[in-house]
């Protein structure tokens, strides 16, 4: 045990496990915020791993045709709203079962990103770091809040955003009603199924920026196993956060330092259990589900389709 | 208002004729967009397709091959088939194959010299394991109100973080350390020649016995559900859980066998996987579910939950699997046998979903026209 604490003050005390934290967090937000709205709407959104790799090609994609990392965080955006139209169209129009449209999502997207990242060989590197004066000087955090490579600095406006369209507009009170009770949201005049397919529209484009951000902000090029099941993490990060904008960010936060920490430990010298610690925010999340039920409350018609005249 | 004629049924036969077309329309679909793909990128279409049939069929050998990756599948599926049946939605097949699998390789390497014993026991470890694992979720979902669907997710990476754990000690699953052995981390024992399933052959095609075995289990499964009283239950709690309850059907005892059964089948699709020899050649290693989980899952519900239509898609999905092998020599990357089955499942969700829904509006336009 004061091996184990050891090594946390070891990892504590090194800035680089805070900026390697921030840079996992931060795609996991990305995907998570767009998630948390799908899921508030009730679609249990399971292609955010292929929207996120699809972004992630994409970028590396438009960065290879343009040199500009704008331009590729252009791309992403678009791709990840492109498989957002076939999920949410394929679920919530068609009516077909979500999670066979997700899944196959996920094979389809990996299929053909890595089919024409091998057939076009995309070059792209990493945007560069945008130190911002003053506020990145501050000891141990300020590295990693306030210098990094540019893209991250996106995710930073999409909290506020996120929570204004959730939780202020009459678009975000009918996606809760939605996903709350729909039979009800359908008898007042709302449109179900188009809010929820507006909703995943919405996931779609948050997580094609954060594929977008994974490959130009933080590894510099695109492989197959970029993204390496974060899409499902994130899932999880919605869950464990109980469904409200802070736990989820909460959870992303949880879930990006304990991979940083994985990643720091063996460079501050330290050996720890690498799966235990992986699986640990995975028990969490179960057992905070589990047992502050009073406190979390699921969007109960999540994962429930809707059709109307059935119940 | 005047009321319009309420529509007139259609013959059963002419709605037969109208399914089979979209489906083969959509399918045509599927294969076009994968065709232009190919040529999009320089390839030869002809030549993709016709590797792909080689390596499941064609060639000497192969369809033995696709049988034993379609078993595991079949298997899987028809777990699922059953809690869907039961209203429950199980997507955590992955951890549980692994888990059976992890269970089957401890019991199996401990018990080498039993024989045929020790198959039986590999077998009922992975149920075993698979039932357990499944058997979280469905307590957790009964005794404190948590959605299986969210629990069955989040168990599928700690299974594998688990067993990744397991992969790493000796007194669990790690093989000890020979100097014979090349040095490779997470690794374990290989399964003796004795505890291993046995292997027909036919034609030179050579699959496990377990095959005969998966048949047997399809059609146990269609008779529960088309003859018997448990299948019928289970489908009254999947349809209305209040009417169920209402005529005695305990929605905690089905909906618990149903994810037991479930997960008790991921779970021996697992030990086949491990004693039947096409996957891993009988040695347990981190990430040996392969995706046979999530596929398998996807092959319950593009069959609809009906056993035959399960093992003529897991049938179709293993060949996929099988042909991609023999992609290399085409000079197209493998990757777009994962394309085409992609496109497969989504074109093949489409027409029941048009049927659904053309059948829909003629139930509402038949109400109104009585209103």
Same mark, same amino acid.
């Given at each position: 045990?004061?091996?184990?604490?050891?090594?946390?003050?070891?990892?504590?005390?090194?800035?680089?496990?805070?900026?390697?934290?921030?840079?996992?967090?931060?795609?996991?937000?990305?995907?998570?915020?767009?998630?948390?709205?799908?899921?508030?709407?009730?679609?249990?959104?399971?292609?955010?791993?292929?929207?996120?790799?699809?972004?992630?090609?994409?970028?590396?994609?438009?960065?290879?045709?343009?040199?500009?990392?704008?331009?590729?965080?252009?791309?992403?955006?678009?791709?990840?709203?492109?498989?957002?139209?076939?999920?949410?169209?394929?679920?919530?129009?068609?009516?077909?079962?979500?999670?066979?449209?997700?899944?196959?999502?996920?094979?389809?997207?990996?299929?053909?990103?890595?089919?024409?990242?091998?057939?076009?060989?995309?070059?792209?590197?990493?945007?560069?770091?945008?130190?911002?004066?003053?506020?990145?000087?501050?000891?141990?955090?300020?590295?990693?809040?306030?210098?990094?490579?540019?893209?991250?600095?996106?995710?930073?406006?999409?909290?506020?955003?996120?929570?204004?369209?959730?939780?202020?507009?009459?678009?975000?009170?009918?996606?809760?009603?939605?996903?709350?009770?729909?039979?009800?949201?359908?008898?007042?005049?709302?449109?179900?199924?188009?809010?929820?397919?507006?909703?995943?529209?919405?996931?779609?484009?948050?997580?094609?920026?954060?594929?977008?951000?994974?490959?130009?902000?933080?590894?510099?090029?695109?492989?197959?196993?970029?993204?390496?099941?974060?899409?499902?993490?994130?899932?999880?990060?919605?869950?464990?956060?109980?469904?409200?904008?802070?736990?989820?960010?909460?959870?992303?936060?949880?879930?990006?330092?304990?991979?940083?920490?994985?990643?720091?430990?063996?460079?501050?010298?330290?050996?720890?259990?690498?799966?235990?610690?992986?699986?640990?925010?995975?028990?969490?999340?179960?057992?905070?589900?589990?047992?502050?039920?009073?406190?979390?409350?699921?969007?109960?018609?999540?994962?429930?389709?809707?059709?109307?005249?059935?119940? | 208002?005047?009321?319009?004629?309420?529509?007139?049924?259609?013959?059963?036969?002419?709605?037969?004729?109208?399914?089979?077309?979209?489906?083969?329309?959509?399918?045509?679909?599927?294969?076009?967009?994968?065709?232009?793909?190919?040529?999009?990128?320089?390839?030869?279409?002809?030549?993709?397709?016709?590797?792909?049939?080689?390596?499941?069929?064609?060639?000497?050998?192969?369809?033995?091959?696709?049988?034993?990756?379609?078993?595991?599948?079949?298997?899987?599926?028809?777990?699922?088939?059953?809690?869907?049946?039961?209203?429950?939605?199980?997507?955590?097949?992955?951890?549980?194959?692994?888990?059976?699998?992890?269970?089957?390789?401890?019991?199996?390497?401990?018990? *080498?010299?039993?024989?045929? !014993?020790? +198959?039986?026991? /590999? $077998? #009922? =470890?992975?149920?075993?394991?698979?039932?357990?694992?499944?058997?979280?979720?469905?307590?957790?979902?009964?005794?404190?109100?948590?959605?299986?669907?969210?629990?069955?997710?989040?168990?599928?990476?700690?299974?594998?973080? *688990?067993?990744?754990?397991? !992969?790493? +000690?000796?007194? /669990? $699953? #790690? =093989?000890?350390?020979?100097?014979?052995?090349?040095?490779?981390?997470?690794?374990?024992?290989?399964?003796?020649?004795?505890?291993?399933?046995?292997?027909?052959?036919?034609?030179?095609?050579?699959?496990?016995?377990?095959?005969?075995?998966?048949?047997?289990?399809?059609?146990?499964? /269609?008779? #529960?559900?088309?003859?018997?009283?448990?299948?019928?239950?289970?489908?009254?709690?999947?349809?209305?859980?209040?009417?169920?309850?209402?005529?005695?059907?305990?929605?905690?005892?089905?909906?618990?066998?149903?994810?037991?059964?479930?997960?008790?089948?991921?779970?021996?699709?697992?030990?086949?996987?491990?004693?039947?020899?096409?996957?891993?050649?009988?040695?347990?290693?981190?990430?040996?579910?392969?995706?046979?989980?999530?596929?398998?899952?996807?092959?319950?519900?593009?069959?609809?939950?009906?056993?035959?239509?399960?093992?003529?898609?897991?049938?179709?999905?293993?060949?996929?699997?099988?042909?991609?092998?023999?992609?290399?020599?085409?000079?197209?990357?493998?990757?777009?046998?994962?394309?085409?089955?992609?496109?497969?499942?989504?074109?093949?969700?489409?027409?029941?979903?048009?049927?659904?829904?053309?059948?829909?509006?003629?139930?509402?336009?038949?109400?109104?026209?009585?209103?």
């Amino acid at each position: 045990m004061g091996d184990f604490a050891s090594a946390v003050g070891d990892v504590v005390s090194n800035d680089v496990s805070y900026s390697g934290a921030m840079r996992f967090a931060a795609l996991l937000a990305f995907a998570a915020l767009g998630e948390t709205i799908a899921e508030r709407a009730g679609t249990l959104n399971v292609s955010l791993e292929g929207m996120v790799l699809g972004g992630a090609f994409a970028g590396a994609l438009g960065m290879h045709l343009t040199s500009s990392v704008s331009a590729g965080l252009v791309f992403a955006t678009v791709i990840g709203l492109v498989v957002a139209a076939l999920q949410a169209n394929m679920s919530h129009r068609l009516t077909a079962n979500q999670f066979v449209v997700g899944l196959a999502l996920n094979t389809l997207v990996l299929g053909v990103a890595s089919f024409l990242n091998t057939s076009i060989q995309p070059v792209s590197r990493a945007a560069h770091r945008l130190a911002i004066p003053v506020v990145s000087d501050i000891p141990l955090v300020g590295g990693a809040f306030f210098n990094q490579p540019w893209p991250l600095y996106l995710v930073y406006p999409l909290v506020p955003l996120t929570w204004w369209l959730l939780y202020r507009t009459r678009w975000g009170l009918e996606v809760r009603a939605v996903g709350e009770n729909p039979q009800s949201a359908d008898v007042s005049g709302i449109d179900v199924n188009k809010r929820r397919r507006q909703s995943i529209y919405i996931a779609g484009l948050t997580s094609g920026l954060g594929g977008g951000y994974l490959v130009l902000g933080q590894v510099g090029r695109f492989e197959d196993a970029i993204v390496g099941g974060q899409g499902f993490i994130a899932i999880a990060a919605v869950i464990f956060g109980g469904w409200t904008l802070r736990g989820v960010i909460g959870g992303c936060v949880l879930f990006g330092t304990v991979n940083s920490f994985r990643l720091t430990l063996p460079t501050v010298g330290h050996e720890l259990n690498s799966e235990l610690l992986s699986a640990a925010p995975f028990v969490v999340t179960i057992v905070t589900v589990a047992f502050f039920a009073h406190r979390t409350h699921e969007p109960s018609a999540l994962a429930r389709p809707f059709v109307r005249g059935l119940t | 208002m005047s009321s319009p004629e309420p529509p007139s049924a259609p013959s059963r036969l002419h709605e037969a004729a109208v399914a089979l077309a979209m489906y083969l329309g959509c399918i045509v679909v599927a294969l076009f967009i994968s065709a232009v793909i190919v040529s999009a990128t320089g390839g030869s279409w002809q030549a993709v397709f016709s590797a792909l049939l080689d390596g499941s069929l064609r060639a000497q050998g192969r369809w033995g091959e696709t049988i034993g990756i379609a078993i595991p599948l079949v298997v899987v599926a028809l777990g699922t088939a059953i809690n869907s049946r039961a209203g429950l939605v199980n997507i955590g097949q992955e951890g549980q194959l692994m888990m059976g699998a992890a269970f089957a390789a401890y019991v199996g390497v401990r018990m *080498a010299g039993f024989g045929p !014993l020790a +198959v039986v026991c /590999l $077998l #009922l =470890a992975g149920i075993l394991g698979g039932a357990i694992w499944a058997g979280i979720a469905s307590g957790l979902l009964y005794w404190r109100r948590v959605p299986e669907v969210l629990t069955t997710l989040l168990l599928i990476t700690v299974a594998s973080q *688990a067993t990744g754990y397991g !992969l790493k +000690v000796e007194w /669990l $699953l #790690l =093989a000890p350390f020979r100097e014979d052995r090349s040095v490779r981390n997470q690794v374990s024992e290989q399964l003796a020649d004795d505890t291993r399933l046995p292997r027909l052959d036919l034609w030179g095609n050579d699959f496990p016995i377990s095959a005969v075995a998966v048949v047997i289990m399809a059609a146990v499964v /269609l008779v #529960l559900f088309r003859r018997s009283v448990w299948g019928f239950r289970m489908k009254m709690l999947g349809r209305n859980s209040r009417t169920a309850q209402r005529a005695g059907v305990s929605s905690v005892r089905y909906g618990t066998w149903a994810m037991l059964i479930s997960g008790g089948c991921a779970g021996l699709a697992g030990a086949f996987m491990f004693s039947g020899g096409d996957f891993g050649n009988y040695r347990f290693t981190p990430g040996f579910s392969n995706n046979i989980g999530w596929e398998g899952l996807l092959v319950a519900l593009v069959a609809r939950q009906h056993p035959v239509g399960i093992v003529v898609m897991a049938f179709s999905f293993a060949g996929l699997r099988a042909g991609s092998g023999f992609l290399a020599a085409t000079g197209v990357e493998r990757e777009i046998s994962q394309v085409v089955q992609a496109l497969l499942v989504l074109a093949l969700l489409v027409p029941p979903a048009l049927l659904f829904i053309r059948e829909r509006r003629r139930a509402l336009a038949a109400t109104r026209a009585r209103t």
